[in-house]
């Protein structure tokens, strides 16, 4: 007999990935509550049933990404610095790739994200990420790192005509040259 996922989840899940959709077609701040709840055919009282307002929803679009940057994070912790480098510059190639959307999200709001609790541990563990990317604690190699995370993050958000393969072979090859092995 095959399980069925509860109303209330398969609700919530279209709420979430007509969200991502639209906060990716349109931006975040152009897009309304309203906007999501047309979208999802509930109403915007069932969405706030869900979620606490827009910066939940947002949280929730980007969750998956979120849960595997803090794994990246906390795998990278328990090695020594060069195999944590070369950990974290691999994972960050597979991560840009595979959530190419969830970055023209987030490129969109990080002038206000700091603002915004729900995203918090993100936040954080990005701010980790440069800091295994960089491979040393020197403020050069910081701000090197910041630069070419900043650097591939826009590159994945507006590379429509570029495959898969493509932009991983692109990561590869800057941050290759940009940041030096620990």
């Not at 709001?109 to 700091?114: A, Y």
Request: proline share 4%; glycine share 4%; with cysteine.
């Amino acid at each position: 007999m095959a399980v069925s996922t509860p109303a209330r989840e398969r609700t919530r899940r279209e709420i979430v990935r007509q969200a991502m959709a639209l906060f990716q077609a349109n931006g975040y701040n152009a897009t309304s509550l309203q906007d999501i709840a047309t979208a999802a055919g509930c109403s915007k009282a069932t969405v706030l049933y869900h979620f606490s307002g827009k910066p939940a929803v947002l949280a929730a679009v980007l969750q998956p990404a979120a849960e595997d940057l803090a794994a990246l994070v906390a795998d990278a912790a328990q090695l020594p610095r060069a195999e944590a480098q070369q950990l974290a510059i691999d994972r960050f190639i597979d991560l840009s790739v595979e959530y190419r959307g969830v970055v023209d999200v987030l490129q969109d709001v990080l002038p206000e994200i700091e603002e915004m609790p729900e995203v918090a541990p993100l936040v954080a563990n990005g701010m980790r990420l440069i800091d295994y990317l960089a491979g040393s604690d020197d403020p050069l190699e910081q701000d090197v790192a910041r630069f070419a995370v900043n650097g591939l993050l826009g590159e994945c958000r507006h590379s429509a005509d570029s495959s898969d393969e493509d932009l991983r072979r692109l990561c590869e090859v800057a941050l290759g040259r940009l940041l030096r092995r620990a």
